[in-house]
């Protein structure tokens, strides 16, 4: 005959804590140091499109899965856009930079001694558009500044032109953001660093 053990009442177990070698962040802030949490009203940075304000946090259904959603109002042409919360990294969603990082920018806008690839005009504009996407400001602060030099040179082809204009509007969005100034305070930085 088989013997009957006697159950007994499971205790609730006491939280564990977790041990954090001293001068290292909690745990939170190791497993996901990507996961920036935005507030409404915040401007943030999404990557190819610019500069937008979050302008809520909605919730909806998605295949049978509860999912949350920054809604974001981009400020040059009110295109409103939602991003995952849980891919805010993974899209590149990022902070306007700060003081420290717009001096390193104007830095990269005033190399000069830069070799601007002389491969062919749609090669350049894939690399450079690569650079774009990326929401990178240090990049399209490169993709400015090699279009202008390369613009001294010869004439741009109809898709660099464009895209200079792009970079352009860009930079000068989130710099004058990040210096806390008008656009035009900008639009006059970049005139005189490259003589235009």
Not at 55 to 72: N, P
């Amino acid at each position: 005959m088989p013997t009957k053990i006697a159950k007994k009442p499971l205790k609730p177990s006491k939280p564990t804590k977790l041990a954090v070698p001293v001068g290292l962040p909690p745990p939170a802030a190791v497993v996901a140091p990507s996961l920036k949490q935005f507030k409404i009203g915040d401007k943030a940075v999404y990557p190819g499109h610019g500069v937008g304000e979050l302008t809520g946090i909605v919730h909806e259904d998605i295949a049978g899965q509860r999912q949350s959603f920054y809604e974001l109002k981009m400020l040059d042409n009110g295109l409103k856009i939602k991003i995952p919360i849980n891919k805010v990294g993974s899209v590149g969603l990022r902070d306007i930079i700060a003081e420290k990082e717009v001096r390193q920018v104007y830095s990269i806008l005033k190399e000069k001694d830069i070799a601007v690839d002389s491969t062919t005009w749609n090669r350049r504009y894939r690399e450079y558009m690569e650079k774009i996407k990326t929401g990178s400001v240090f990049e399209i602060a490169e993709v400015l500044r090699d279009l202008y030099l390369l613009k001294f040179d010869k004439d741009l082809s109809f898709g660099e032109r464009k895209m200079l204009d792009t970079a352009r509007s860009l930079l000068i969005k989130e710099l004058s953001l990040a210096k806390n100034c008008d656009e035009e305070e900008i639009e006059g930085d970049l005139r005189a660093i490259f003589n235009c």
